[in-house]
């Protein structure tokens, strides 16, 4: 499990990487903790899956992702987990879930198509469809109209733990 | 924003390995040198490009909690509504969605206990009733977008 040293590492990088050659190194300073220390911790860090992964996190409507669509299917309980698996190979499906069905809800397959436009996202639904045998099952696609709130990601060992899409 | 810049936010996305030098060997991989990839690195920080650049963290390993929750609002309630919900900091993301559910949002919080306690704050404040969706499973985890 977690040491003290591993939050500590965790606090540190939280808001980012140093943009420098050493970049573990100077993390290793700030902390008084070796590099190869650093380097340990992460890398045990990723093994245990903690640290989904290191890299860049982009805004996707600069990059001109404007079309963010929630699809949702009813499936039947017995295929759920194999279509996740099937649709999450899709390039283009940036998160896919199982979730509960509800009162007035009965989607249990949830997944996020972020595309440049509307067109194009109904076109990789289409190809979903056709794909994965899901053609005729009861679904619905729910554009984004508008973003109230996006924070970014934020860990604070102390008070709150914040990630993705839940 | 170049091709240059697009291959390497693509790359980046997919990953940064943890070793002494790993701009120098992600330098490498994109036929770069380590100073050109840093330098358009940290211009893409700088301009917004990028929203930041380091480790992506499981939020249930750390011992958090996360769900998706959603609200039929009103029409003539939509920005009351939407103050109140935002205040929480425990709502990290917030989107309307074309739906009688036109609103939905994810809570974070530092433990399992508050998902429950900030779903009934949010029913008392708005007077709504929110649908809690947790995750049962996750098929996926890599939000990876083509620059």
């Given at each position: 499990m977690l040491d003290a040293r591993d939050r500590q590492l965790l606090e540190q990088i939280q808001t980012g990487l140093p943009v420098c050659p050493r970049p573990y190194a100077e993390i290793g300073t700030t902390l008084a903790m070796p590099e190869a220390e650093v380097l340990e911790r992460l890398t045990q860090l990723k093994q245990q899956g903690l640290i989904k992964r290191m890299g860049v996190i982009v805004k996707h409507h600069q990059l001109g992702y404007r079309a963010n669509a929630m699809i949702v299917w009813n499936v039947p309980d017995n295929l759920v987990k194999q279509l996740g698996r099937q649709l999450s190979?899709?390039?283009?499906?940036?998160l896919c879930y199982q979730r509960p069905r509800q009162a007035e809800w009965p989607y249990n397959l949830f997944c996020m198509i972020h595309g440049k436009d509307r067109e194009t996202v109904l076109k990789q639904l289409e190809q979903l469809n056709a794909n994965c045998d899901l053609v005729g099952l009861e679904h619905n696609i729910l554009f984004s109209r508008r973003c109230f709130k996006q924070r970014g990601a934020v860990y604070q060992p102390t008070n709150t733990t914040s990630l993705t899409h839940g | 924003m170049d091709d240059i810049d697009r291959h390497i936010i693509n790359t980046l996305q997919a990953g940064f390995p943890v070793c002494d030098a790993p701009y120098q060997q992600v330098a490498m991989q994109l036929g770069l040198t380590e100073q050109a990839l840093i330098e358009r690195l940290q211009t893409l920080l700088n301009n917004g490009t990028l929203t930041r650049f380091g480790p992506l963290y499981h939020a249930e390993l750390m011992g958090g909690a996360l769900t998706l929750a959603a609200v039929k609002t009103p029409l003539d309630r939509l920005a009351e509504v939407t103050e109140i919900i935002n205040?929480?900091?425990?709502?990290a993301h917030n989107y309307a969605r074309n739906?009688?559910?036109?609103m939905w949002f994810v809570i974070a919080t530092e433990t399992p206990e508050e998902i429950s306690r900030t779903l009934t704050a949010i029913e008392q404040q708005t007077g709504l009733t929110v649908v809690n969706m947790p995750k049962i499973n996750e098929y996926f985890v890599g939000l990876k977008l083509e620059a």
């Open positions: 190979q899709f390039a283009f499906v940036t | 205040a929480f900091p425990e709502v739906h009688a559910l036109n």
